[in-house]
């Protein structure tokens, strides 16, 4: 297309910028031959459940918010549960790291997090995941190399920079999975993360969840390059596009850019067009938008119902995949008992974890 209206040359052979333009969009072209991951019934089923796992354990969130039992700030992830599962499956385990921002609780279940961990955290007991101490938008694991958990909008960015020149200078293999939002898109210290991160090659993916709000704002009142893959190009970051409600998409996304980050590439830039069922934190009435158009889209896009299909497709029954809900919903149910009845943080972890004395 403008590419090849821009080709001046009689030649035959590829300008150095149609072959510059021609590796930023590779990945995107290799994308485009074969849309959707070629999932066993087994992964299709393990995706299932992750995405319903979150979904189930996001309205119990609200839930508990609701009675008081959560404090603080509390942003759910219903509707984008494609993103993190398709993204999060394709990771090595124990190696690569994840940092995103406020919006984490659907990452951290998708790394395999206990989800009563994640609820006694919510609710700020001491048996949660960062102590009772983080809660909703602060949880972290180092264990699970998940890096939190960040409500500066697109600091993440940089911290992950961070992240993937450990994994540069350790040399060992792993990638930094660093999400952030259309919103923090706009946040300075992002592209000077991209500069840096393209000129080092580090191994970095960096993940635009484009969930079309920032807070009450859409996209096209902030946002002058609404095409937000774009918006490595003048850093010779690839991007891709991605549809961000259809799991096996997003796997098969992921197996290109992992693949090319870890074969020593550099960053690659994934946009994944999503969509935010909630307002943007529990105290939000989602005025700025039609319930007309909330509706349509859990209706027509629905990344849960779609793999579902999918699932009735290949033979599975509906109650084959009813028993999984119902397990499911008892997963969740046990993490909310473990969460309220486990106890308040000792007054002692004040001063735990924190800087107290001079420095
Ligand atoms: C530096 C900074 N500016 C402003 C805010 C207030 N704020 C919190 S969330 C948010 C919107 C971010 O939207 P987006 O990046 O699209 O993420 P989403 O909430 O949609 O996941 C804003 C402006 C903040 N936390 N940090
Ligand atoms: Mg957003």
Known sequence: MAKAARSK?????????????????????????????DASTEQMLDFYEQMLLIRRFEERAGQLYGLGLIGGFCHLYIGQEAVAVG?????????????????????????GIDPK???????????????????????????????GGHGIVGAQVALGGGLALAHQYREDGGLCLAYFGDGAANQGQVYETFNMASLWKLPIVFVIENNQYAMGTAVSRSSAETEFYRRG????IPGMDVNGMDVL???QAAEIAFAHVRGGNGPVLMELGTYRYRGHSMSDPAKYRTREEVQDMREHRDPIEGLKK??????KSEDELKDIDKRIRATVS???DFAESSPEPDPRELYTDILVESY
């Open 233 to 236: 190009t003048a850093f010779r």
């Open 334 to 336: 046990e993490a909310a």
């Open 117 to 147: 961990v994640i609820m006694a955290e919510l609710t700020g007991r001491q048996a949660g995941i960062s102590k009772g101490k983080g809660g909703s938008m602060h949880m972290f694991s180092t264990e699970h190399r998940f890096y």
């Open 9 to 37: 040359t009689t030649d035959s052979a590829p300008s150095a910028r149609d072959q510059h333009d021609f590796a930023l969009h590779s990945l995107q072209e290799s994308h485009e031959k074969a849309l959707r991951y």
């Open 310 to 315: 999918t699932l009735l497709e290949r033979g």
């Open 87 to 111: 993204l999060q499956s394709a990771l090595k385990e124990g190696l690569d790291s994840v940092i995103t921002g406020y919006r984490d609780h659907g990452h951290m279940l998708a790394y």
């Open 249 to 251: 998409e997003v796997r």
